[in-house]
């Protein structure tokens, strides 16, 4: 494992901040600048100034501009050929194009990472720059976390990863290099947990509290939207779906699917769930929680009048269903994702 500067004192760890043309510039700076942060901040009360934990450096193929998936060109500090050994290597976020990831296109950059790995290094991604981390075969066979919007792609490039989009933050291998961070904005996770395991806890507070950074703590669930699967090809279960997607509120909605599916109940339940990868039930379910959470983001009806207008007569059951989909209880989801006062347009008077 990485040496941890706050307790060795020894000189900052390297971090390679890896640039490639499918990179998006958001994140690439923001871990840049939230890494560098040691520079800008003051030390707490009269203590002496100390050297920062970190050293960052951008890095690629070679040394110089390069114009990223945002058409926003960066300076890559130095080429991988001039880097032998380096303590954590960070690819962020990349864009997918309409043909997905396409494999094979950085090879150097790939042999680059596995060299590193060997070597001690931490190989850590933001959001969708585990594609190219996957590429190295050595998360074969290990949890890890990707955009939930880019989940179903990254599981058919790469099937031998175990792959857990509701999560902020994965941390595997055998000496816990192996580091993914979920959806968009989790790099800030990613960030606050190097700084908390290298430079210690308060380190990573003083951070948080310089930048305004949260973890998200209670996981990336609440932000998932559900779409039910359709790409399956059975015309029976695609009709009861294309049914139940604007009548999921109505009691016992099981039956009039089963009846328009043309199917014995037994039958169908298997095809469905074969089809959907969840019962029809569960299926409900999802549907009627999501319309629940539209509800509470846009509207200030009580969470029962919103249990009985998405299907549910015992709002203590709705309450806690919708808990279990999403993490949060109702009114917390709506405290979280409500558009706040101060954003909303004027009242025309």
């Given at each position: 494992?990485?040496?941890?500067?706050?307790?060795?004192?020894?000189?900052?760890?390297?971090?390679?901040?890896?640039?490639?043309?499918?990179?998006?510039?958001?994140?690439?700076?923001?871990?840049?600048?939230?890494?560098?942060?040691?520079?800008?901040?003051?030390?707490?009360?009269?203590?002496?100034?100390?050297?920062?934990?970190f050293?960052?450096?951008?890095?690629g193929?070679?040394?110089?501009?390069?114009?990223?998936?945002?058409?926003?060109?960066?300076?890559?500090?130095?080429?991988i050929?001039?880097?032998?050994?380096?303590?954590?290597?960070?690819?962020?976020?990349?864009?997918?194009?309409?043909?997905?990831?396409?494999?094979?296109?950085?090879?150097?950059?790939?042999?680059?990472?596995?060299?590193?790995?060997?070597?001690?290094?931490?190989?850590c991604?933001?959001?969708?720059?585990?594609?190219?981390l996957?590429?190295?075969?050595?998360?074969?066979?290990?949890?890890?976390?990707?955009?939930?919007?880019?989940?179903?792609?990254?599981?058919?490039?790469?099937?031998?990863?175990?792959?857990?989009?509701?999560?902020?933050?994965?941390?595997?291998?055998?000496?816990?290099?192996?580091?993914t961070?979920?959806?968009?904005?989790t790099?800030?996770?990613?960030?606050?947990?190097?700084?908390?395991?290298?430079?210690?806890?308060?380190?990573?507070?003083?951070?948080?509290?310089?930048?305004?950074?949260?973890?998200?703590?209670?996981?990336?669930?609440?932000?998932?939207?559900?779409?039910g699967?359709?790409?399956?090809?059975?015309?029976?279960?695609q009709?009861?779906?294309d049914?139940?997607?604007?009548?999921?509120?109505?009691?016992?909605?099981?039956?009039?699917?089963?009846?328009?599916?043309?199917?014995?109940?037994r039958?169908?339940?298997?095809?469905?769930?074969?089809?959907?990868?969840?019962?029809?039930?569960?299926?409900?379910?999802?549907?009627?929680?999501?319309?629940?959470?539209?509800?509470?983001?846009?509207?200030?009806?009580?969470?029962?009048?919103?249990?009985?207008?998405?299907?549910?007569?015992?709002?203590?059951?709705?309450?806690?269903?919708?808990?279990?989909?999403?993490?949060?209880?109702?009114?917390?989801?709506?405290?979280?994702?409500?558009?706040?006062?101060?954003?909303?347009?004027?009242?025309?008077?």
């Amino acid at each position: 494992m990485p040496r941890n500067t706050a307790e060795t004192g020894i000189h900052p760890l390297h971090v390679s901040l890896v640039a490639i043309p499918e990179a998006v510039v958001s994140t690439l700076s923001g871990i840049f600048d939230v890494m560098n942060a040691f520079a800008l901040l003051p030390p707490p009360g009269n203590a002496p100034a100390s050297a920062p934990p970190f050293g960052v450096e951008i890095v690629g193929l070679w040394p110089g501009p390069l114009e990223l998936a945002s058409r926003v060109p960066v300076m890559v500090q130095r080429g991988i050929a001039a880097i032998e050994t380096t303590d954590i290597v960070i690819v962020p976020s990349v864009l997918l194009g309409p043909d997905g990831w396409q494999k094979g296109r950085h090879p150097e950059l790939v042999d680059w990472l596995r060299a590193m790995h060997r070597r001690g290094a931490l190989l850590c991604s933001a959001c969708s720059g585990v594609f190219l981390l996957a590429e190295t075969g050595l998360f074969d066979g290990v949890d890890a976390t990707v955009h939930f919007g880019y989940a179903e792609a990254f599981h058919s490039t790469f099937p031998k990863v175990a792959i857990h989009p509701e999560r902020v933050l994965v941390v595997a291998g055998e000496r816990e290099e192996l580091i993914t961070s979920g959806a968009s904005m989790t790099w800030h996770d990613l960030v606050l947990y190097l700084i908390a395991r290298h430079a210690g806890a308060t380190a990573a507070q003083a951070v948080a509290r310089y930048f305004a950074l949260q973890w998200h703590q209670d996981g990336l669930a609440p932000y998932i939207v559900f779409e039910g699967r359709n790409d399956h090809g059975d015309v029976a279960i695609q009709t009861a779906q294309d049914w139940i997607a604007t009548h999921f509120s109505v009691a016992n909605p099981l039956e009039e699917m089963v009846r328009r599916a043309g199917l014995a109940e037994r039958t169908f339940k298997r095809r469905f769930t074969g089809a959907t990868g969840l019962s029809p039930i569960a299926y409900v379910q999802r549907l009627r929680i999501e319309d629940a959470k539209r509800r509470l983001e846009r509207t200030e009806a009580p969470v029962d009048e919103i249990s009985w207008q998405v299907g549910y007569e015992d709002p203590a059951f709705f309450r806690r269903l919708f808990k279990r989909v999403t993490g949060l209880t109702p009114g917390r989801y709506r405290r979280r994702f409500m558009i706040p006062d101060y954003a909303q347009p004027p009242r025309k008077e």
